[in-house]
């Protein structure tokens, strides 16, 4: 700190100034060449100026997307294929591993690369919460659940970081949605606020010490949230004693005001620019911005700049050095998070079966999800490539799909200019055609594919959230004919988030692939084998259908100004997202948040409330602990779940709320361990809007330790919480709702 003092001292107001506008974009969609620069890696998204005169040289720093490993530019050397780095599993993928240490594991792996390749902060972890199937950046975010999401952000942030690189949690907050994503105004009350949406940032920061964060494009409650004091200032920084630097989202808010921004707490501009300088300067010399706030910000910032590499002066190799122990990980991850949806005795698929593989996605397979959540790689193994590792798939079949692939495919911009990709078609396939190949083969699979990212959400119509005619008509046709001959029919889904499953009666299994990453594919072959026992779980509810989901009847917004653009979106459902909402209202479901089969069979015994030291207020917590045995016949992994069932008092509680989780070693049949959870106090603790307080209320509380939010057949421990506890008050008038809105303003969703 003092450190930075000094160099503030010896910094002009000017330099200061351009340390807190970023260096700009250019035409070419990457960060122009900051101030002092030292090292230039192309393609980064932004850079964080530095400083060179008589008494300073601060070299500059940069910044690169993104959630799904490091997006440079594609120039690889296709020799060694090492120049480029790796493409991990999307965040819902890693988040269905219910796995920190190896969400840790991959963020390490990911933070050499990061190192390695000469990035200083890495724009990454996305983590908003995943609200409604249709945003079209779910694929980058954890869950629909806060502690989910916190839990599963911090672990990679803890990996990332301990490269001595930055991570950047984002976007914040409440940037569910990517319809008019820049101007979109969020009516969400203070206890969803508080409950749901920054709950994962809270739990992120507290156990992941992100060195940065961004904020987001949208605004909450009428105002940007790159522009308000009370979330950046109060909340951010009073309640949560976040230290690291904060920076805003790419030409996000009121872009002409960047002054009004940095004197909110937002410390950096991104990404900045001549204009943003000049701005800056206007709003210090009309006083918008004072001497002081410049120093808060520009301090914020140095004080995580100079742990980095490029402040550090350290080499960098400039290539990705371990690149075949990371594909190794990707896939043991992407397998690890996979969830098998449904079994009717089809899988695991014996070696020996010959397999016929349909869909087109089995060669327009999507490793990851577009926009800045892209990545740059050398190559992706496709599923025909993954499934032919270990089964012997029908040659004949896997060309026709080729060739078709080859003569129809039309390239595409998946989005915002950054990423390419190919759209293509579903054959069709004759009856005759059809026949011979069940005649031929002992399996079917069929792949289904979806695509999405940044700039757009997804459509809940044929061909996206449904399966399109042409897959319907193939799902059908192989189902009925495979099936006539005693052979069973599983879908793999290589998706970007919740899609339809009203056709899973028609099929014998569903593996749930998600955008396994580079070479993820091979997993979903090591699940189809058996070699990986499925152990991943839902991080996400799959409703019955869209119309079902809590927020489908506002998802994305109105237009209320009749200017054909989106402008604003009541959360009408309150704290009632995902499984909170399915559960309290007795929805049936697809298939339940936290749930996901195994080959084997587990039991969950001995469960127990084991110390209850919450009248210790703030620093007290419950600890529970349950037996995991493996009944079934072949070793695997089990999640175990703590929900907690809280008692209305003032506070409406939803049915259950996810509290604690814990996934098992790897279990031989007729092996025990023994699971602990701990729940510190605040996490059992609502927000009471009216005391503007986290609460514990008094009451009767029960404990179901269950493998999925469907606990109907599990017994529950019993508390009794005898009087009420107060835990920390909170910043008065906080993220209030505009003036013209009440909390009578939003439609009660309760059916
Ligand atoms: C995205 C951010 C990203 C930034 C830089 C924005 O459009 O919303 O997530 O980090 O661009 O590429």
């Not at 004072?290 to 910032?301: A, G, H, K, L, Q």
């Amino acid at each position: 700190m003092k450190h930075i003092q000094t160099q503030l001292a010896k910094m002009s107001i000017d330099e200061k100034l351009h340390i807190l506008a970023g260096s700009g974009f250019g035409n070419n969609g990457a960060a122009r060449p900051p101030m002092n620069l030292k090292k230039d890696v192309s393609g980064v998204a932004g850079y964080i100026n530095g400083v060179h005169n008589e008494k300073l040289d601060i070299p500059a720093t940069a910044l690169a997307d993104g959630p799904a490993g490091v997006r440079i530019i594609a120039d690889s050397d296709e020799a060694t294929a090492h120049y480029n780095s790796t493409a991990w599993p999307i965040g819902s993928l890693l988040a269905s591993t219910w796995d920190s240490d190896l969400i840790t594991e991959v963020g390490k792996a990911f933070g050499e690369e990061i190192r390695d390749l000469g990035v200083d902060f890495i724009l990454a972890p996305g983590q908003d919460i995943q609200r409604n199937p249709l945003n079209g950046r779910n694929f980058e975010y954890y869950s629909e659940d806060p502690l989910l999401t916190g839990r599963s952000s911090a672990a990679i942030v803890r990996g990332i970081q301990s490269n001595g690189v930055g991570a950047t949690i984002k976007h914040f907050v409440a940037n569910n949605s990517e319809t008019n994503r820049q101007q979109v105004n969020e009516i969400i009350t203070p206890r969803s606020l508080r409950e749901i949406y920054l709950r994962g940032f809270q739990i992120a920061i507290a156990e992941g010490k992100p060195w940065a964060l961004m904020t987001s494009y949208n605004q909450v409650n009428g105002a940007y949230n790159n522009a308000r004091s009370d979330l950046l200032l109060s909340i951010l920084r009073d309640e949560w004693h976040f230290e690291g630097l904060v920076m805003t989202d790419w030409f996000a808010g009121d872009t002409d005001q960047p002054g009004t921004q940095v004197a909110a707490g937002n410390d950096m501009i991104q990404p900045g620019g001549d204009q943003v300088f000049q701005n800056l300067k206007t709003a210090y010399d009309n006083g918008v911005l004072t001497d002081e706030m410049v120093d808060r910000s520009v301090s914020r910032i140095l004080e995580q700049v100079c742990r980095t590499p490029g402040y550090l002066m350290q080499d960098f190799a400039g290539s990705v050095q371990h690149k075949d122990e990371h594909l190794a990980l990707v896939r043991r991850a992407a397998a690890e998070g996979m969830v098998l949806l449904k079994n009717d005795q089809a899988l695991p698929a014996e070696p020996r079966e010959t397999m016929a593989v349909f869909g087109i996605n089995q060669v327009n397979t999507y490793k990851g999800g577009t926009g800045s959540g892209d990545v740059n790689v050398s190559s992706t193994a496709t599923l025909a490539d993954g499934l032919s590792s270990q089964f012997d798939c029908d040659s004949k079949l896997l060309t026709f799909y080729t060739d078709y692939f080859e003569q129809n495919r039309v390239a595409s911009n998946g989005g915002l200019g950054v990423s390419n990709g190919y759209t293509c078609d579903e054959p069709t396939i004759d009856d005759d055609a059809m026949t011979q190949y069940a005649n031929s083969n002992d399996i079917a699979v069929i792949c289904i594919g979806r695509q999405a990212g940044e700039g757009a959400d997804r459509a809940n119509e044929a061909g996206d959230y449904l399966l399109s005619d042409a897959e319907t008509t193939l799902l059908q046709q192989v189902a009925t004919t495979f099936h006539d001959q005693q052979k069973k029919v599983v879908v793999v889904l290589n998706v970007n988030g919740v899609v339809d499953t009203s056709w899973a009666d028609d099929v014998d299994a569903i593996v749930l692939a998600y955008m396994p990453g580079q070479d993820g594919t091979y997993a979903v072959a090591d699940i189809l084998s058996g070699k990986t026992n499925p152990c991943g779980k839902l991080a996400q509810t799959f409703p019955v259908s869209y119309e079902d989901v809590p927020s489908a009847s506002t998802f994305p917004g109105v237009d209320t100004t009749d200017d054909g653009a989106v402008d604003t979106e009541y959360y009408n459902e309150g704290i009632y997202v995902g499984y909170r909402y399915y559960t309290t209202f007795n929805h049936d479901v697809a298939y339940p948040f936290g749930f996901g089969l195994s080959y084997s069979n587990f039991e969950l015994s001995d469960q127990r409330i084991v110390a209850d030291h919450l009248s210790l207020g703030q620093y007290g917590n419950l600890v529970l602990t349950a037996s995991v045995t493996n009944t079934g016949k072949v070793a695997g992994k089990e999640v175990a779940q703590v929900y907690v069932s809280a008692p209305q008092g003032a506070l409406d509680k939803p049915a259950i709320e996810l509290k604690s989780y814990a996934k098992t070693k790897l279990l031989h049949p007729g092996e025990t361990q023994e699971l602990v959870f701990l729940i510190p106090s605040e996490l059992l603790a609502s927000f009471d809007p009216e005391h503007e307080r986290w609460l514990i209320e008094a009451g009767h509380y029960q404990f179901f330790i269950s493998n999925s939010s469907d606990v109907s057949n599990t017994r529950p421990l019993d508390l009794n919480i005898t009087k009420e506890i107060a835990l920390m008050k909170t910043t008065s008038g906080a993220l209030a709702l505009p003036d013209d809105v009440s909390e009578d303003s939003f439609v009660t969703v309760t059916q």
